[in-house]
């Protein structure tokens, strides 16, 4: 069993709180990727729609640990929104978190958790949970939800070797690479690890997974 630890990747994990309130000029600020010392990964050039930045994490010395990118339409809670069609917003969401061992802290102070495909499975699985809420919840209920919801995607990212997970292969800069992947009501989640040392997540709802390919992103200021 693969093991992660929610610090590398809650620093700035797809926060469902923030990622709810739809505050898009927060997210679009292209410098925090440009600060990042590993590749970005976005779909390849098959995918030919809208594509858009999401946010980074760092680390408390500030150093970026893993961003998202965006594909499609952007996804929305908006009360308002409830109740419509899901499929009405198809979008896919690339997760892309730097490979890194047990390490100390920039600023010397403690120690950060060593990355692994695992962490990237969680970042993706809280990320699709981020754009999901059951309409028969109100906003008082949401938070529990999300709390009980965000666990269960830490527990099954802890776990991909179970049953809830299956084997997808996908292109990345054109070579096969396996990764994990399941299924929800509230769409798809898949993991894997690239030949550049980078690990994949990836999330989405209303297009197919199988469908899809990776790549380095060449200008990730194409995406603002």
Known sequence: METTSRVGAQS???????????VPQA???V????????????????????????????????TVQHGSTGHGDEPSIRPEAIGAPADRERFAVVVTV????????????????????????????????????????????????????TETAFELADDLTGSTW??????????????????????????????????LGAYGRGMSAYGLGFAVIRDITAYA
């Open 98 to 149: 730097a490979a890194n061992p047990v390490r100390r802290s920039g600023d010397g102070t403690g120690v950060l958790d060593a990355t692994s495909v695992s962490s990237a499975a969680w970042l993706a699985g809280s990320g699709l949970l981020a754009y999901t809420w059951p309409p028969q919840l109100d906003h008082t209920l949401r938070d529990d939800w999300l709390d009980q919801q």
């Open 166 to 199: 299956t084997s997808l292969s996908l292109p990345v800069d054109g070579v096969p690479v396996p990764f994990h992947y399941r299924e929800s009501e509230f769409g798809w989640v898949l993991a894997g690890t690239t030949r550049t040392g980078v690990h």
């Open 27 to 29: 997210r679009r600020t």
């Open 31 to 62: 410098d925090g990727y440009l600060r990042a010392p590993f590749p970005w990964y976005g779909l390849d050039e098959a995918f030919t729609g809208p594509r858009w930045l999401m946010q980074v994490g760092v680390s408390a010395d500030g």
């Open 12 to 22: 700035a994990a797809p926060s469902a709180r923030s990622a709810s309130d739809g």
